[in-house]
């Protein structure tokens, strides 16, 4: 059994990767993994160990359980980070080269202090959605099912997120999944944005001098690097204005 305390902890707390102070802000629907009860384990374990942080630097914390394919010298580009990181290159003028991702994937993305920061408005790791392992070794009422956890703390998850947003201010964020039920909250974290769709099919909309992007979701069939250095570009040319 999990230690339901600590795992309630967990929900309401941790929010993700990197640094608020970046300029570049992805938002996602839930943390990946969890394929196993053994590895939701192993990540929660760390997580506490490590000091319960809101936000995590990504490649400590997977090193601290053991995961740290995604990193260093020549990490395995990971198929989200990788299309992610290409918008972020393209944002900043910079050739998105397989090199350039890979480097920037193993050095750089989500660390404490740097230029980005990877949420998720749910938190619990899950390798998809047809999955849900926490109903057989949690006590909580909310882990009962994935709609009644998911009913239970996206409200109050987006609200912080939506906070944290009009606290420090990012370049952009990029909300990237396109479905209908994760929309209503990017666009109450995105609050006062009034929203277009763009000739790529994506949509976009600002709040002050921050861009909001809703995109479709990276690992989406048909979803191509261009599509997302389309959305580097319009972080670009909106950061120029």
């Known amino acids: 059994m999990l230690d339901d305390q600590l795992l309630e902890k967990y929900i309401h707390t941790f929010y993700g990767y990197g640094n608020y102070h970046g300029d570049f802000w992805f938002v996602g629907k839930e943390e990946g993994g969890g394929g196993t009860i053994e590895d939701a384990l192993q990540r ?7 000091g319960c942080r809101e936000l995590e630097d990504v490649f400590e914390y997977h090193q601290a359980f053991g995961s740290t394919a995604n990193f260093g010298h020549h990490p395995k580009i990971q198929p989200v980070w990788g299309k992610l990181i290409r918008s972020l290159l393209q944002a900043k003028g910079q050739e ?17 202090g740097g230029e980005t920061c990877l949420l998720e408005l749910l938190p619990l790791p899950s390798p998809s959605a047809g999955i849900w392992l926490y109903s057989d070794y949690s006590q909580l009422p909310q882990l009962l099912e994935r709609e009644v956890y998911r009913e239970s703390y996206a409200a109050q998850r987006a609200d912080h997120i939506r906070h944290r947003v009009l606290k420090y201010k990012p370049r952009a964020v990029v909300f990237y999944s396109s479905d209908a039920w994760y929309q209503q909250w990017w666009r109450a974290i995105a609050e006062g944005a009034n929203f277009s769709t763009h000739k790529n099919d994506f949509q976009y909309g600002a709040n002050g001098s921050t861009l909001f992007v809703i995109t479709k979701h990276p690992t989406r069939h048909g979803v191509t690097n261009g599509y997302f250095e389309a959305i580097g570009e319009l972080i670009a040319g909106h950061s120029s204005d």
């Open 96 to 112: 998105a080269t397989l090199d350039q991702v890979r480097g920037y994937q193993g050095q750089q993305l989500a660390r404490e």
């Open 44 to 50: 929660l374990n760390a997580w506490s160990r490590r």
